[in-house]
């Protein structure tokens, strides 16, 4: 079955220090998302691709980078860390013609210490 | 104001009662509205998808959505314990817009 999967499941790390969460998808969708999750927030939108070579800023990209050089993956970067980049990451992805019906992956709880 | 206002809960109500959830928003440009359900330390799911006003059925589930009043409804019939879950609206306006703009979800706990 198709899916799209986020690793790691879990990351601790440190102030300062650049990370990288996967995420890949067998569904062959053209568009990706990266939201982040926060208590009192609900989910925002950090970065989205709506192809191979294209990436778009969202409502919360400062401190974020992505790159998309194939169809399936979308790793999102964090240039340098920090205590309020603690959250939790979700990955999506919908087809082409359909941005507005996103499936989400099983997201990645980061701890920034 | 927030784009999308959706109260956090908790909700708790008695197994079989009819759950109404909703969302207000205020950006006229929505024209596609979706609920998920997310299970504690789980992704999002989508549930139901809803384009323009008018109600859509699926099991146990019916969306609403008013337009005019710019308010979306959830309903849940004959709720079960395994429905426990924090349900968030999502909208999208379409024409090449951004992700989808998110409510901050209401807890939902069905008591057996």
């Known amino acids: 079955d198709a899916e799209i999967t986020q690793s790691p499941r879990h990351k601790i790390t440190e102030t300062g220090r650049q990370v990288t969460l996967a995420c890949h998808q067998t569904?062959?969708?053209?568009?990706m998302f990266w939201y982040r999750q926060d208590l009192g927030h609900g989910l925002r939108l950090i970065h989205y691709s709506y192809g191979v070579q294209d990436t778009n800023k969202g409502e919360v990209s400062d401190g974020y980078s992505v790159s998309r050089s194939n169809t399936e993956d979308l790793p999102l970067t964090l240039e340098s860390a920090a205590s309020s980049q603690t959250s939790v990451y979700f990955c999506a992805s919908s087809e082409s013609s359909g941005r507005e019906t996103q499936y989400f992956g099983p997201g990645t709880r980061l701890l920034v210490l | 104001q927030k784009e999308v206002e959706q109260d956090p809960g908790p909700l708790s109500v008695p197994e079989g009662a009819i759950v109404s959830l909703n969302c207000t928003y205020s950006?006229?440009?929505?024209?596609?509205f979706m609920w998920y359900r997310q299970y504690s330390r789980k992704g999002p799911e989508l549930l139901m998808y809803t384009y323009s006003s008018g109600n859509k059925e699926d099991g146990r589930f019916t969306a609403q959505v008013d337009k005019s009043s710019k308010y979306i409804s959830l309903f849940i019939r004959d709720s079960q314990p395994s429905d426990s879950a924090t349900y968030l609206c999502?909208?999208?306006?379409?024409?090449?817009?951004?992700?989808?703009?998110f409510g901050k979800g209401t807890h939902l706990i069905i008591q057996p």
């Open positions: 950006n006229s440009a929505f024209q596609y």
């Open positions: 999502a909208m999208y306006s379409g024409g090449g817009a951004d992700g989808l703009t």
């Open positions: 569904w062959n969708h053209n568009n």
